[in-house]
T-cell receptor
């Protein structure tokens, strides 16, 4: 049972480049989310999904796209990277309902945009 | 809108001292969940505890204890007899219990705990 797997762990991009952060979970969780962590600001929600085919914006969605074609995968796309997107990104998953309300996080992806 | 406030940016203690981290939250929901996570220098998020809004019992787990008070919207965390390995950033977080909110956490800004020998 791998839990939540994020790749890559580290990435350096040039301004204007595009890339995709991958997130996969093997727990059949309905809910998946992406957060970014910046110094002094905690983690902020970028996008989330309540199930395959359904996504919605969080607190800081600008500059990011997501899709959820399968229950397992929830990739985060940066279409044209900007230095302001330098951050640590965390993917999370959670099962629906009161019995499954533990949230599992991936190990994080450190992204630097130069 | 929900909000989580961790007013303490950094706390420095000497080993074996107790440390209390404050967390105050705001939500309009009557049913919600509160969490504490630890982020050591290695960067991963380590789950510590989840508390349901309808369960106000305090909890103790080893050197960790939590004091949940709905009347003051607080969910404070105490580390007893701190150790150097407790040095980390600690986050308090809130999740509302609606269909749309299960996957969404509102985090506080975090409190850096520094324990020196």
């Amino acid at each position: 049972n791998a839990g939540v797997t994020q790749t890559p762990k580290f990435q350096v991009l040039k301004t204007g480049q595009s890339m995709t952060l991958q997130c996969a979970q093997d727990m059949n969780h309905e809910y998946m989310s992406w957060y970014r962590q910046d110094p002094g600001m905690g983690l902020r929600l970028i996008h989330y999904s309540v199930g395959a085919g359904i996504t919605d914006q969080g607190e800081v969605p600008n500059g990011y796209n997501v899709s959820r074609s399968t229950t397992e995968d929830f990739p985060l796309r940066l279409l044209s990277a900007a230095p302001s997107q330098t951050s640590v990104y965390f993917c999370a998953s959670r099962k629906e309902g009161y019995s499954g309300n533990t949230i599992y996080f991936g190990e994080g992806s450190w992204l630097t945009v130069v | 809108a929900q909000k989580v406030t961790q007013a303490q940016t950094e706390i420095s203690v000497v080993e074996k001292e107790d440390v209390t981290l404050d967390c105050v939250y705001e939500t309009r929901d009557t049913t919600y969940y509160l969490f504490w996570y630890k982020q050591p220098p290695s960067g991963e998020l380590v789950f510590l505890i989840r508390r349901n809004s309808f369960d106000e019992q305090n909890e103790i787990s080893g050197r960790y204890s939590w004091n949940f008070q709905k009347s003051t919207s607080s969910f404070n965390f105490t580390i007893t007899a701190s150790q150097v390995v407790d040095s980390a950033v600690y986050f308090c977080a809130l999740s509302e219990a609606t269909t749309d909110s299960w996957g969404k956490l509102q985090f506080g800004a975090g409190t850096q705990v520094v324990v020196t020998p």
